[in-house]
């Protein structure tokens, strides 16, 4: 038994698991998915059915709420408003971002001009926060006095943190594609290999196979874990009456799956008692003797021959 067996047969396993999980997840994926479908086409026909009544008892419904109480009206109003917002913030300020990128120059102007009216009231409310938190400020403006102080002695830029336009990251993005696939050359290489010294392969053989097992066993525990969360699941989403034809197919199936895994573990048993047997029976030939260098020596075989007695003496 070597010391690959383990690993190929953790790997076989996780694999078999992942199919599983695949399948099981298929499965999920199209039972909610048929059980959405059929919520929405019922909604659709009944308010197909009903579109005025609908209508009709939502406007009844809005005036009742604003006339018995218009502040809890607004109140939630604002409240179906913020839900939304949240629920789409990452959208909304994408395309926030999307369109300031595109053209920046209306919203500096807006700036500007929100700066020239609120020109006082911007700086009393910086006056302020800086008197709030005075201890806060001179520490980081200290901070930053040392931070430069320390680039400029080693000799580095002073460091500028600005808002990129749309122009300067597709700039940068190009660049970094350009830096990362680039094809080294053969004397680079080399260079590079001279400069350190290499790992013996026979160490990085070990560490990968270390890894690849404690990979795999890990992988294997999480995947055991979702695919019983799965299966639980599963039986607790039916989608409608299952009928009997249904019932007896998902039994057979689970009734398979169980003899499959129990057959799949004696073999494993079975296979573990078959190499422990062979390895105590196997013969093993004694190690050679080896031939002594000196021609004037003695053969070992009369060395051997001890205590004679009879007519051998």
Not at 2 to 11: A, K, L, M, Q, S
Not at 288 to 302: E, Q
Request: hydrophobic residues 30%.
């Amino acid at each position: 038994m070597t010391d690959d067996e383990p690993i190929d047969r953790v790997f076989v396993e996780s694999e078999y698991m992942r199919l599983q999980i695949a399948h099981a997840q298929a499965q999920l994926y199209d039972r909610r998915k048929q059980q959405i479908e059929d919520r929405r086409r019922y909604a659709r026909q009944y308010y197909a059915a009903h579109r005025e009544e609908q209508l009709e008892y939502q406007r009844q419904r809005r005036e009742a709420q604003r006339e018995s109480d218009p502040e809890r009206y607004a109140e939630l109003r604002r409240g179906r408003a913020k839900r939304w917002y949240d629920r789409h913030k990452e959208d909304q300020n994408a395309k926030q971002r999307a369109k300031y990128r595109a053209d920046p120059q209306p919203h500096l102007e807006r700036r500007s001009r929100y700066y020239a009216e609120h020109a006082e009231e911007i700086k009393a409310k910086r006056r302020e926060r800086y008197a709030a938190n005075k201890e806060q400020e001179l520490a980081r403006q200290e901070a930053w006095r040392d931070r430069e102080r320390r680039r400029r002695e080693v000799g580095l830029p002073v460091r500028r943190i600005h808002a990129a336009t749309h122009t300067e990251l597709q700039a940068n993005e190009d660049a970094a594609g350009a830096f990362f696939a680039r094809r080294w050359s053969g004397r680079e290489i080399r260079r590079m290999r001279k400069a350190g010294a290499a790992t013996p392969p026979e160490l990085v053989t070990a560490w990968l196979r270390d890894c690849a097992r404690a990979r795999a066993t890990f992988h294997l525990a999480e995947q055991k874990e979702e695919l019983e969360r799965l299966q639980k699941e599963l039986a607790r989403a039916k989608s409608g009456p299952m009928s009997s034809a249904e019932r007896e197919r998902l039994e057979a199936q689970r009734i398979a799956d169980e003899e499959r895994e129990a057959k799949r573990l004696e073999e494993e048993r079975l296979d573990a008692i078959g190499r422990e047997v062979n390895e105590r029976l196997r013969h093993h030939d004694p190690p050679r003797r080896v031939h002594h260098n000196d021609p004037a020596a003695p053969h070992p075989l009369l060395l051997q021959q001890q205590h004679q007695m009879g007519l051998d003496r």
